[in-house]
């Protein structure tokens, strides 16, 4: 029973740690250095049915917070996401959370249309195309998608692509591998194009 117990325990630590590792490895991907006065943080929503953020909105919203640079000579925040389960919008509903519960105050940007992760950066794009650096923030390798689809939209504008703070060691860690798994099953990727 010992020996099982742990060989159920080093399973699922690595487990665990290749969600780590390919989530680490997805908040880098396409990402460069770029550099600038102004930045614009785009926080993907997700599937929201009730009349406030729920809880994976509420950690987005806090994630793009963390991602802006109080060093920038501007910043733009911009919340995506149409009313894909409810009468609110997936951005009105983060927006909420952002100004109300945690106090963001600086120029904000309400992307109400999209239905999809690709027109998410479709319909952002117009507010993408003055800054000097843009970060998409989701979970990592939902924002790595993202910026895939940014520079397959506007290759013009995919080196202005920097690292948000979406990944943290640890954190959302049982789910890590889950969203990783989720990822290569709908598109069909190899852990490698995932990240």
Same mark, same amino acid.
């Given at each position: !029973? ?6 159920? $325990? ?5 487990? $665990?740690?290749?969600?780590? +590792?390919?989530? +680490? %490895? ?11 006065? #102004?930045?614009? &943080? ?12 729920? @809880? !994976? ?6 994630? *793009? ?8 000579? *501007? ?9 894909? @389960?409810?009468? %609110? #919008?997936?951005?009105?509903? !983060?927006?909420?959370? @952002?100004?109300?519960?945690? =106090?963001?105050?600086?120029?904000? &940007?309400?992307?109400?249309? #999209?239905?999809?992760? +690709? ?9 993408? &195309? ?7 923030? #989701?979970?990592?390798?939902? @924002?790595?998608?993202?910026? %895939? ?7 013009? $504008? ?11 060691? =640890?954190?959302? !860690?049982? $789910? ?20």
């Amino acid at each position: !029973m010992r020996k099982r117990t742990r060989l159920a $325990l080093g399973a699922i630590t690595l487990l $665990l740690l290749w969600g780590e +590792w390919t989530n +680490w %490895r997805a908040s880098r991907s396409l990402t460069g250095s770029a550099t600038g006065g #102004s930045e614009a &943080v785009l926080v993907l929503g997700y599937r929201n049915g009730g009349d406030r953020a729920n @809880a !994976m909105n509420r950690w987005r919203v806090r994630a *793009g917070l963390r991602s802006l640079d109080p060093g920038a000579a *501007g910043t733009r925040l911009i919340l995506a996401g149409g009313a894909c @389960a409810g009468p %609110r #919008s997936e951005a009105a509903l !983060m927006a909420d959370y @952002a100004t109300g519960a945690r =106090g963001y105050r600086g120029e904000l &940007v309400l992307e109400e249309q #999209s239905r999809s992760t +690709w027109q998410n950066i479709a319909f952002a794009v117009p507010y993408l &195309v003055d800054v000097d650096q843009i970060k998409i923030v #989701s979970l990592p390798v939902h @924002a790595a998608k993202a910026r %895939r689809y940014l520079a397959r939209q506007r290759p013009d $504008l995919a080196h202005r692509l920097t690292r948000g703070a979406e990944y943290r060691f =640890g954190e959302w !860690m049982p $789910l890590k591998p889950l969203v990783t798994l989720y990822a290569l099953v709908k598109h069909g990727r190899t852990a490698h194009s995932v990240a």
